[in-house]
């Protein structure tokens, strides 16, 4: 969209932010990690130039989607171990919210190792350290924290942080083997709600010391 055929009142209000959540439902539905401009442009009912006035390119897209992902989930682990609370109730409320998050946007994990892959290493180093230092930082503490109250085993806040992630990233990425194995290939809330019971029993069990 050129600025001569685009004036100020053109762009529908919340146009960017439409777009984005389209991709992200698009990837979502489609168990991908790409899209096509005009699927985009079909489901959002927006001129897929709008693409390039607000990210300038799909690449950009893509980027700003991990962005809007990225920082949603920093925030909400800042004010979680902001609270005042148990070690071992913060990180039940973890373990239940990283299933929540892959069930929403299980496409994240593929999305953030195929930016980082892809990029500059300005552009790497920036997504690093704007998301994985800080998630790492916290699940320091969120361990730290739970070894000097007693209440867990001193494991490896990094291999940690790579089981409880990759048991949600995993389950939700794996459309293909529910599909073909079990039948079925949608993500339900019913099945969502019963990998969260699920991770959480198994993960703790893992981490709390012999009582």
């Known amino acids: 969209m050129t600025e001569s055929a685009k004036q100020e009142g053109d762009v529908p209000a919340g ?10 439902d698009i990837m979502r539905e489609g168990d991908i990690v790409d899209i096509s401009l005009s699927e985009l442009s079909l489901r959002s009912g927006l001129n897929s130039a709008l ?35 148990p070690p071992e109730a913060r990180l039940r409320r973890h373990i239940g919210a990283v299933v929540d998050t892959y069930f929403k946007t299980p496409y994240l994990n593929r999305l953030l ?18 998301y994985l230092s800080p998630l790492s930082r916290a699940y320091d503490k969120l361990i730290e924290d739970g070894v ?23 389950f939700f990425s794996s459309r293909l083997v529910l599909k073909h194995c079990y039948d079925t290939d949608t993500l339900t809330e019913e099945l969502r709600d019963r ?3 699920h991770c959480i029993d198994f993960i703790m069990s893992g981490i709390l010391a012999t009582r």
């Not at 146009?15 to 992200?24: C, G, I, K, N, V």
């Not at 690449?59 to 609370?85: E, P, S, W």
């Not at 930016?115 to 350290?129: Q, T």
């Not at 000097?148 to 995993?170: E, I, M």
């Open 113 to 130: 190792m195929r930016l980082v892959r892809e990029s500059d290493d300005d552009e790497a180093h920036r997504i690093a350290d704007s």
């Open 15 to 24: 146009a960017r932010e439409l777009l984005l959540q389209t991709a992200s």
């Open 148 to 170: 000097r109250q007693g209440v867990f085993r001193n494991v490896d806040p990094q291999l940690f942080y790579f089981t409880t992630t990759g048991a949600a990233d995993r």
């Open 51 to 85: 693409v390039k006035y607000y990210f300038g390119n799909k690449a950009g897209l893509m980027k700003a989607l991990l962005d809007r992902d990225m920082a949603g989930i920093v925030q909400a682990v800042d004010a979680l171990m902001a609270k005042d609370m």
């Open 195 to 197: 990998y969260r019971e």
